[in-house]
């Protein structure tokens, strides 16, 4: 119903720049946050950044000052430009959102419960 796909992730060295996508599509009513989280090699998955509809933004304490979370409501898409970047930013990138599908019901939508998704990670290697 629901899909999120990312894309953008590779190898970058010390220092460099990569510029994650990630496109919501299928039965989407609204979407209420866009996120990016991240999960290295024998870790935890965490929180990176988050935006909610309203453009408020939160990021990790890592990445505060070096990455920055937008978004395209438009287009149901987010983005997460990562600068500065170091080894210790190597890991699984994934986009979550937490979004209202909708049914069809006589030719008419109408919203569900809203649903967490998750795309299926894009791997970001920051190696000289």
């Known amino acids: 119903q629901v899909q999120l796909v990312e894309s953008g992730g590779g190898r970058v060295e010390p220092g460099g720049s990569l510029r994650l996508s990630c496109a919501a599509s299928g039965r989407i009513f609204s979407i209420q946050t866009m996120n990016w989280y991240r999960q290295a090699p024998g870790e935890q998955r965490v929180m990176v950044a988050e935006t909610t509809s309203g453009g408020r933004t939160t990021y990790a304490e890592p990445v505060k000052g070096r990455f920055t979370i937008s978004r395209d409501i438009a287009k149901n898409m987010v983005f997460l430009q990562m600068n500065s970047l170091k080894p210790e930013d190597t890991a699984v990138y994934y986009c979550?959102?937490?979004?209202?599908?909708?049914?069809?019901?006589?030719?008419?939508?109408?919203?569900?419960?809203?649903?967490?998704?998750w795309g299926q990670g894009t791997l970001v290697t920051v190696s000289s």
């Open positions: 979550n959102a937490d979004i209202v599908p909708y049914t069809v019901v006589d030719g008419t939508r109408y919203p569900s419960r809203y649903l967490e998704f």
